[in-house]
């Protein structure tokens, strides 16, 4: 299984069920808050292009935000890009 990165701020709620399909699946991931690093944001933004949370990575895939997730899933693709 790759390793999951996910970028958040504890009051996003896009952020939770992003966590909660990580989770319902098993997928351990890393979480990040980035509520009080304005440098982390910064950082964030410059890397993805975007300045909302969460930023969800596989690997070193940016998958993007919640909706992106769970688009990948209903595809039927985030299983295959989480075992790579």
């Known amino acids: 299984m790759k390793p999951v990165k996910i970028y958040t701020t504890p ?3 896009y952020c939770v069920r992003a966590k909660r399909l990580l989770d319902k699946k ?3 991931y ?3 808050d980035v509520a009080d690093d304005d440098e982390a944001r ?3 933004a410059e890397q993805t292009g975007r300045r909302t949370v969460p930023q969800i990575f596989i690997g ?3 998958v993007g935000g919640s909706d992106d997730l769970h688009e990948l899933e209903a595809q039927g ?3 295959s890009l ?3």
Do not use: F, K
């Open 77 to 79: 693709r985030l299983d």
């Open 30 to 32: 890393q979480e990040i």
């Open 60 to 62: 070193e895939h940016h």
């Open 26 to 28: 098993g997928v351990s």
């Open 11 to 13: 009051w996003c709620p």
């Open 82 to 84: 989480l075992t790579g």
């Open 42 to 44: 910064v950082r964030l």
